[in-house]
Structure formats: C-alpha cells, structure tokens
C-alpha cells in the first residue's frame, strides 16, 4: 500500500489560506468517504483535525474545512494563525481493512 | 475525556519482541464502538498503521499486511487496556510507536503521548 501524496510545504501570511491536498487512488481516498486529517507539532502525538472528508470534531476552530473530489482531498486552513504553523498529515481508508497515511505537509506562516 | 497512556521498553534487541501496553481511561476496550489501534512513525515510513483489536459480538483484529505475520495487538480487560507485540524486530522498527482509538467512521483520535522504540544490540 503507497502512501498518499502530499506537497512537502505550503505557506501563507497571517489571516490568509492555505489548502493541502492529499492525493491517493480509487482504492483509498477516491474509493471511501473515510479521509482524516491530523496537525501535529513537534515532538507531540497527531491530533484528529477533520475525520469523514470534512466533519471536525467538537473544539476544532471552524478555520479548518476538509473537501474531496476524486481521488484528491485537500484541507483549508482559513485565517492563519501562528499557532497553525506545523505538519499536517491526511489519512484514508483502504479497503480490506487498512489504512494508509499521507506524506505528510509543513505548512509556515510567513 | 478519553486517555490512553502508553508504557514500555526504549530500547529492543534485534530479533526479539518489542511490547508495548496502552492503558484506557474515559472508554472501555470492550466498547462496541471503538477500535483500539498501533500506529508508528518513523522518517524513512512515515505514519503507518499496524493494527487493532475489537469487539463487536466478538473480539477481532486487523493486521496490516507489511507485518502481519509479525505482530499481535490483543485486549486486557481486566485492566482496560491493550497491547502490541512485534516479534523479530529489525533496526527498520526503529520508530515512535502511537496508540490511538479509532474507525473508519471517526479517525483517529485520542492518540497516546508516543513511545520511542530504538532497536540496537
């Protein structure tokens, strides 16, 4: 199983957006409604973002937006903010069981 | 709020077993909604999941194929938690091992604090 292809860095100034995409294939991201998407900042364990394309869980700031369309799902941060400045991972469902994990981006706030 | 604190050894030998332990705190392992899930990270693989257990009607697994013949992810339910077993460890293994709770329905989340796992003689 590849893992999904994301762009190694995105950027953007303070109070602007930036949108990360996640490309797989028909067998994970453009087969299932089951895309997440994780921040994690350095050294500390990946926190849930957006889970099925583009639902957030309770306390996740409205900033953050998932979206697909084919075999592509990408991730908005609206409004940048400092604290945003980190990686980002996406994840999708596989089929038989299994989960595949993107490449990871590091998005910087100029 | 849903915990997980992970627990075991920095440091594994070539070829032996890599044990890990995640404790539950806010859920129960035998919760028929939940999926208790390893996942582990390195630099050269990335984030890559290995497995989980639960339990529907009964217990359950799902392997992924890269170690399937390697590992075992089995439920304590006395002491609400779960654990990882990675046999014939390589220096490869080397990574930050996660435990996370999660399904397809929800990803993944809460996730442990991580343990790194160094395999060296």
């Known amino acids: 199983q590849s893992a999904l292809t994301q762009p190694p860095s995105a950027s953007g100034s303070p109070g602007q957006s930036v949108t990360i995409s996640c490309t797989g294939t028909s067998s994970d991201v453009g087969g299932y409604n089951h895309v997440s998407w994780y921040q994690q900042h350095p050294g500390k364990a990946p926190k849930l973002m957006i889970y099925e394309v583009s639902k957030r869980p309770s306390g996740v700031p409205d900033r953050f937006s998932g979206s697909k369309s084919g075999n592509t799902a990408s991730l908005t941060v609206s409004g940048l903010q400092a604290e945003d400045e980190t990686d980002y991972y996406c994840?999708?469902?596989?089929?038989?069981?299994?989960?595949?994990f993107g490449t990871g981006t590091k998005v910087t706030v100029l | 709020q849903v915990q997980l604190q992970q627990s075991g050894p920095g440091l594994v030998k070539p070829s032996q077993t890599l044990s890990l332990t995640c404790a539950i705190s806010?859920?129960?392992?035998?919760?028929?909604?939940?999926?208790w899930n390893w996942i582990r990270q390195s630099p050269s693989r990335g984030l890559e999941w290995l497995g989980r257990t639960y339990y529907r009607s009964k217990w359950s697994n799902d392997y992924a194929v890269s170690v399937k013949s390697r590992i075992t992810v089995n439920p304590d339910t006395s002491k609400n938690q779960f654990s990882l077993q990675l046999n014939s460890v390589t220096p490869e293994d080397t990574a930050v091992y996660y435990c996370?709770?999660?399904?397809?329905?929800?990803?993944?989340?809460?996730w442990g604090q991580g343990t790194l796992v160094t395999v060296s003689p």
């Open positions: 996370a709770r999660g399904t397809i329905a929800t990803g993944f989340d809460p």
């Open positions: 806010g859920d129960s392992v035998s919760s028929k909604s939940a999926a």
């Open positions: 994840s999708s469902y596989a089929g038989s069981n299994n989960y595949v």
